[in-house]
């Protein structure tokens, strides 16, 4: 911890610049959540003893994986870059105060793990300077329209949805399949989205929906199974609670009965379904981020990354390493106009196998009002052992 601790430090003490060299060639600006003015007092001293303020840890990590990404393409390449990373919770680096700044106007790429109102904000300023802005956590497009811009590295909902809804009327059309589910908003939207899936499919895809109490058990489930059919149980939720409750109710109902769980995209961030416990639960779920994919740097990557911090890489350090590398790569490649018609280089795929397409609300558009990346993992798990469904 301690190590993590003086990353975060180091962070302060740099003033914002991840790496840069005399006569910079380009321009990049890195937009994270650190946290770091309520780290540190007035006095400068760090608030946290030998402790680690946990709502620093996603943008610190994020931002590891960034600075390895970087070092690997000035060794790879040598190219000059100038990488200022900005604390969208501190008060110089709120976007309010930054967009009043000229060095917005120079920047050649935005990359943020922002949501909710920053990302609409870096949004509205890529459009506005021309600046390609890739939006590397939030899973989300918020309403943005005639923004060409803007590139979607998670992919929403409803792509997931789609992946998933092919995958199972590929591999499980016959089966016994339920969608399990509660009676409330949220439920009802996912729900919805599902269902129109199967209706432009011409309802082909053979399901029955089964509402259940909040607090449910294996009772729920049993009169619903076939023990002559492999039985297939969708959950028809994005809430973590309910899929630990599903996962522990499944593992109860008597081998006779055998059963397989497709989970949402929220399972790959649920720690807990990685544990012993529910080791012997044949499960799937989709992702945009697949580690074993990734072993061609992977190994070389976890190695660097234990060195600086005496800790194992998460998600959020592969996800600032994978979007780095990625567009800036692009960007020394190919310059800041050359790079938007290169976004799907092949010659990337084995750091990131990103699929951008793009986006219209109106199908007579003839500018996409966004990039998404449809490139959705479907991942299985059993027994501890996880593997590549597609």
């Not at 890739?134 to 803007?150: E, L, R």
């Not at 919805?192 to 209706?199: D, G, P, R, S």
Request: net charge positive; aromatic share 10%.
């Amino acid at each position: 911890m301690k190590h993590i601790t003086a990353c975060l430090i180091f962070l302060l003490m740099t003033a914002g610049i991840l790496r840069g060299q005399e006569q910079p060639i380009y321009k990049v600006g890195v937009f994270l959540p650190l946290h770091l003015d309520s780290a540190f007092d007035e006095t400068g001293t760090y608030r946290y003893g030998k402790g680690f303020p946990r709502q620093s840890l996603p943008g610190l990590e994020f931002y590891l994986g960034s600075e390895l990404a970087i070092d690997s393409l000035q060794s790879e390449r040598r190219e000059r870059l100038d990488i200022r990373v900005y604390d969208i919770r501190s008060r110089d680096g709120q976007l309010s105060v930054l967009t009043r700044m000229p060095v917005m106007d120079s920047l050649d790429l935005i990359i943020g793990q922002v949501a909710g109102t920053e990302y609409l904000q870096l949004a509205r300023i890529a459009r506005e300077k021309d600046i390609l802005f890739v939006s590397a956590t939030f899973p989300n497009d918020g309403g943005i329209k005639s923004s060409p811009q803007v590139f979607l590295a998670n992919a929403k909902l409803n792509t997931h949805l789609l992946a998933m809804f092919n995958h199972i009327l590929a591999d499980y059309n016959g089966k016994n399949i339920i969608w399990l589910r509660r009676s409330n908003p949220a439920d009802d939207r996912v729900a919805e989205v599902f269902k129109q899936l199967n209706a432009e499919k011409g309802n082909t895809l053979r399901y029955r929906t089964q509402l259940v109490p909040d607090t449910f058990s294996e009772v729920h489930i049993l009169p619903l199974i076939d023990s002559n059919k492999q039985n297939v149980i969708i959950t028809g939720s994005l809430d973590e609670k309910f899929a630990l409750q599903l996962g522990r109710n499944c593992l109860r109902i008597p081998t006779a009965y055998p059963v397989h769980v497709i989970g949402m995209p929220t399972w790959e961030g649920i720690t807990d379904l990685r544990t012993s416990e529910f080791h012997p639960l044949s499960m799937e779920y989709s992702a945009t981020l697949y580690r074993p994919r990734l072993d061609s740097w992977r190994a070389r990557m976890e190695e660097l990354y234990r060195k600086r911090t005496f800790s194992k890489p998460s998600d959020m350090v592969y996800r600032g390493f994978q979007t780095t590398y990625h567009f800036v790569g692009l960007l020394m490649k190919y310059g800041r106009k050359g790079m938007r018609g290169q976004i799907n280089e092949r010659a990337s795929k084995h750091v990131s196998d990103f699929d951008f397409q793009p986006v219209r609300w109106s199908k007579s558009g003839e500018i996409p009002d966004y990039h998404e990346n449809k490139r959705i993992y479907i991942i299985g798990r059993h027994f501890g052992h996880t593997r590549l469904l597609n």
